[in-house]
T-cell receptor, first 117, second 113 residues
Framework: NAGVTQTPKFRILKIGQSMTLQCTQDMNHNYMYWYRQDPGMGLKLIYYSVGAGITDKGEVPNGYNVSRSTTEDFPLRLELAAPSQTSVYFC????????????????FGPGTRLTVT | KQEVTQIPAALSVPEGENLVLNCSFTDSAIYNLQWFRQDPGKGLTSLLLIQSSQREQTSGRLNASLDKSSGRSTLYIAASQPGDSATYLCAVSYGGSQGNLIFGKGTKLSVKP
């Protein structure tokens, strides 16, 4: 298993440009998440999905959109990029909690480092 | 508001020393707690996961404890090595329909030879 993969690894955008960050997992996880990490800060949740066709906002969703057409893929779309979106973006996946013994562990991709200038 | 705090923000120790990293969370109704390691410019590596019903988990030189009632967890690293230098992140999950993790800001550890 490759686990969670993200592309690209690095990207520089100009203000107002758009792009899609790709995330794919091959563990057949229902739950997928997008987080952003700003320097010296913990990760904050942007969007999440509990299954194909179902997405919802997290703590910091403004300026982003997501879709989930398959179990494997969860792309994050940035429209009209702004300097405030300069950050490192992490995708993660997990099983939902099933029963009292479920570990519900999250697995993370390597991240995409985005700079908006 | 559900928050996670990690103390200290940075720690420098000589090689061989045993050390403790602290994590506290405001809402004790957690589903589980995870400790991660993050190397500069890299992703997150899961170190240990503790279910809410557990008191501790061990992996090699690492031992994580959980005291849910007081809202605290500690990560104990025995016989530290320079290769342990990294940022350690603590995160809690409250399960439910969202299941996302709430992260602390991390403790940056430097182990000097």
């Amino acid at each position: 298993n490759a686990g969670v993969t993200q592309t690209p690894k690095f990207r520089i955008l100009k203000i107002g440009q758009s792009m899609t960050l790709q995330c794919t997992q091959d563990m057949n996880h229902n739950y997928m998440y997008w987080y952003r990490q700003d320097p010296g800060m913990g990760l904050k949740l942007i969007y999440y999905s509990v299954g194909a066709g179902i997405t919802d906002k997290g703590e910091v969703p403004n300026g982003y959109n997501v879709s989930r057409s398959t179990t494997e893929d969860f792309p994050l779309r940035l429209e009209l990029a702004a300097p405030s979106q300069t950050s490192v973006y992490f995708c993660a996946s997990s099983y939902p909690p099933v029963g009292t013994g479920a570990r519900y562990e999250q697995y993370f991709g390597p991240g995409t480092r985005l700079t908006v200038t | 508001k559900q928050e996670v705090t990690q103390i200290p923000a940075a720690l420098s120790v000589p090689e061989g020393e045993n050390l403790v990293l602290n994590c506290s969370f405001t809402d004790s109704a957690i589903y589980n707690l995870q400790w991660f390691r993050q190397d500069p410019g890299k992703g997150l590596t899961s170190l240990l996961l503790i279910q809410s019903s557990q008191r501790e988990q061990t992996s090699g030189r690492l031992n994580a404890s959980l005291d849910k009632s007081s809202g605290r967890s500690t990560l104990y690293i025995a016989a530290s090595q320079p290769g342990d230098s990294a940022t350690y992140l603590c995160a809690v999950s409250y399960g439910g329909s969202q299941g996302n993790l709430i992260f602390g800001k991390g403790t940056k550890l430097s182990v000097k030879p």
